[in-house]
T-cell receptor, first 113, second 114 residues
Framework: LAKTTQPISMDSYEGQEVNITCSHN???????ITWYQQFPSQGPRFIIQ???TKVTNEVASLFIPADRKSSTLSLPRVSLSDTAVYYC??????????????FGKGTKLSVIP | KAGVTQTPRYLIKTRGQQVTLSCSPISGHRSVSWYQQTPGQGLQFLFE???????NKGNFPGRFSGRQFSNSRSEMNVSTLELGDSALYLC?????????????FGPGTRLLVL
C-alpha cells in the first residue's frame, strides 16, 4: 500500500506563512484531500478540504496540482496557537480492492515567538 | 448540532479481555469511521460503516470488529486484548462516504491494556 508522506516537523516564527506538503501517489479518483489539525489529548479538527486546484477558507489555503499526487496546506501569518500536529488524509486506492483512508504521519508545527 | 461523542473516554483492561467502544455521530450523518492512534504508528484506519454496512476495512486483525445501528450509532469491539492494543481510538462521522466528505472527529477513547 502506497504511503502518504509529509515532513515530520517544521518550525516557524509568528507572523510567517507556513506551507506543508503531503505526497499521496495512489489517491482514489473520486476522493477529496483533507487536512486536519490536532492538539494534544484532542481529536483531529477539520481545517480544509479540496479536490483539485486551489481552495481557500478563513484559516488556510490548499493547493492541489492537476495530477493530485500531492497537496500543500498553506497557513498565512501563523500565531503561537497554531502550534499543533497537521495531518493530511486521503482515500488511498492501490487497486485490487485495497481502498483505505490513509493519514500521513503528521507534521508537528512549532511556532516560535 | 451536538458533536461526535465517544464513550467511555478512558478504559483500563487486562490482556485477554475484550472491550466495546461506542460512538454517537452528528445527527444526520450516515458514515462512521474508526481510527487507532499510537505514538509509533500514528493514525491508522480501522473501518468505515455507512448505513449499517461496512464499506472499507484497514489492515487490522479480525479481533477488531464493528457494527453500526439504524440510528447511525456505532460500536467497535476488540477481543482478546493485547498490550499493543493500547491506544487512542477515534471515531469520525460524515454525511456521506468518508473519503468524499468532511469527517468530524470525537475526542477519542483512551484504552490502556495491562
Amino acid at each position: 500500500l502506497a504511503k502518504t508522506t509529509q515532513p515530520i516537523s517544521m518550525d516557524s516564527y509568528e507572523g510567517q506563512e507556513v506551507n506543508i506538503t503531503c505526497s499521496h501517489n495512489n489517491i482514489a479518483t473520486n476522493d477529496y484531500i483533507t487536512w486536519y489539525q490536532q492538539f494534544p489529548s484532542q481529536g483531529p479538527r477539520f481545517i480544509i478540504q479540496g479536490y483539485k486546484t486551489k481552495v481557500t477558507n478563513e484559516v488556510a489555503s490548499l493547493f492541489i496540482p492537476a495530477d493530485r499526487k500531492s497537496s500543500t496546506l498553506s497557513l498565512p501569518r501563523v500565531s503561537l496557537s497554531d502550534t499543533a500536529v497537521y495531518y493530511c488524509l486521503v482515500g488511498d486506492d492501490s487497486g485490487a480492492g485495497s481502498y483505505q483512508l490513509t493519514f500521513g504521519k503528521g507534521t508537528k508545527l512549532s511556532v516560535i515567538p | 448540532k451536538a458533536g461526535v461523542t465517544q464513550t467511555p473516554r478512558y478504559l483500563i483492561k487486562t490482556r485477554g479481555q475484550q472491550v466495546t467502544l461506542s460512538c454517537s455521530p452528528i445527527s444526520g450523518h450516515r458514515s462512521v469511521s474508526w481510527y487507532q492512534q499510537t505514538p509509533g504508528q500514528g493514525l491508522q484506519f480501522l473501518f468505515e460503516y455507512f448505513s449499517e454496512t461496512q464499506r472499507n476495512k484497514g489492515n487490522f486483525p479480525g479481533r477488531f470488529s464493528g457494527r453500526q445501528f439504524s440510528n447511525s450509532r456505532s460500536e467497535m469491539n476488540v477481543s482478546t486484548l493485547e498490550l499493543g492494543d493500547s491506544a487512542l481510538y477515534l471515531c469520525a462521522s460524515s454525511e456521506g462516504l468518508a473519503g468524499q466528505e468532511t469527517q468530524y472527529f470525537g475526542p477519542g477513547t483512551r484504552l490502556l491494556v495491562l
